[in-house]
């Protein structure tokens, strides 16, 4: 029987939302910069002894010493991969409420822009290991990380769900060993999505065409400011050509 507090149905039925929450709580994931955890740790291994008991074939207990390696750390060090640009290219959600009960299943993914971009990220972490190097071992890892992304939830139109939908029902059906059943039934009762958030990252000056989807390293975007602050550009900049080509007619007139 599958009973486990880290299952896929436990965090379903942990993380239920309604239609209108659960759409706010994607477009708040599209909204949000991408960011790149670096982690060090340094280290090395020191010979131990230890003194332990046995007892031989005769049933007499004696002792002896033992060798051990034990993990020593010198050094950690955490550090973040700074980048210029970031482009949302996440799939797009809508008319999560036609539907009673939705899983949201979500991933997150990212991609670099352009091989500038790769390669100043490659150039970032080496440098970032090279700077905390302090020991004869060292291990590396990277963290992905989107604030508030989460990856299973469950969407409840209007906020309306059956009773036994939620921890109390799954923790009860746990206790009847009836996990399996608790599973096809909500499996029955769900439609079910996927959810890509993907984000490009740049690391080069970002084209003004693609201003209004691209967000500055670190900041949230409104995409809606954005587009009235790239319209309103455009607009003065089509003026200004129009004036420009205007004066040129005139004095070439003249």
């Known amino acids: 029987v599958k009973c486990k507090l880290g299952s896929s149905t436990c965090r379903y039925v942990s993380n239920i939302k309604s239609d209108s929450s659960s759409e706010r709580f994607i477009a708040q994931l599209h909204r949000t910069d991408p960011q790149f955890r670096m982690y060090v740790e340094c280290y090395h291994y020191e010979t131990r002894s230890r003194r332990v008991s046995y007892t031989d074939s005769n049933g007499n207990t004696s002792y002896r010493t033992e060798y051990y390696q034990e993990k020593v750390v010198t050094h950690r060090a955490t550090g973040w991969i700074q980048y210029d640009h970031w482009l949302d290219c996440s799939t797009s959600v809508c008319g999560l409420g036609i539907h009673p009960i939705v899983k949201l299943e979500l991933s997150k993914s990212y991609q670099y822009a352009d091989e500038l971009t790769a390669q100043e990220f490659d150039r970032q972490r080496v440098a970032f290991r090279a700077a905390n190097d302090y020991d004869v071992h060292q291990d590396y890892s990277e963290s992905y990380i989107i604030r508030g992304y989460e990856q299973y939830a469950l969407c409840c139109r209007h906020g309306e769900k059956p009773c036994f939908l939620g921890c109390g029902g799954y923790f009860l059906a746990s206790m009847l060993?009836?996990?399996?059943?608790?599973?096809?039934?909500?499996?029955?009762?769900?439609?079910?999505?996927?959810?890509?958030?993907?984000k490009r990252v740049s690391c080069s000056p970002?084209?003004?065409?693609?201003?209004?989807?691209?967000?500055?390293?670190?900041?949230?975007?409104?995409?809606?400011?954005?587009?009235?602050?790239?319209?309103?550009?455009?607009?003065?900049?089509?003026?200004?050509?129009?004036?420009?080509?205007?004066?040129?007619?005139?004095?070439?007139?003249?």
Do not use: K, S
Request: charged content about 15%; glycine content about 8%.
């Open 177 to 198: 060993l009836m996990t399996w059943w608790y599973r096809r039934w909500l499996e029955v009762m769900c439609l079910h999505t996927r959810i890509r958030i993907r």
């Open 206 to 254: 970002a084209p003004v065409v693609l201003i209004p989807l691209i967000g500055a390293f670190g900041q949230q975007r409104d995409l809606v400011l954005t587009v009235r602050g790239v319209w309103r550009g455009v607009v003065r900049g089509v003026a200004c050509c129009v004036a420009c080509c205007a004066a040129c007619c005139l004095a070439a007139c003249y």
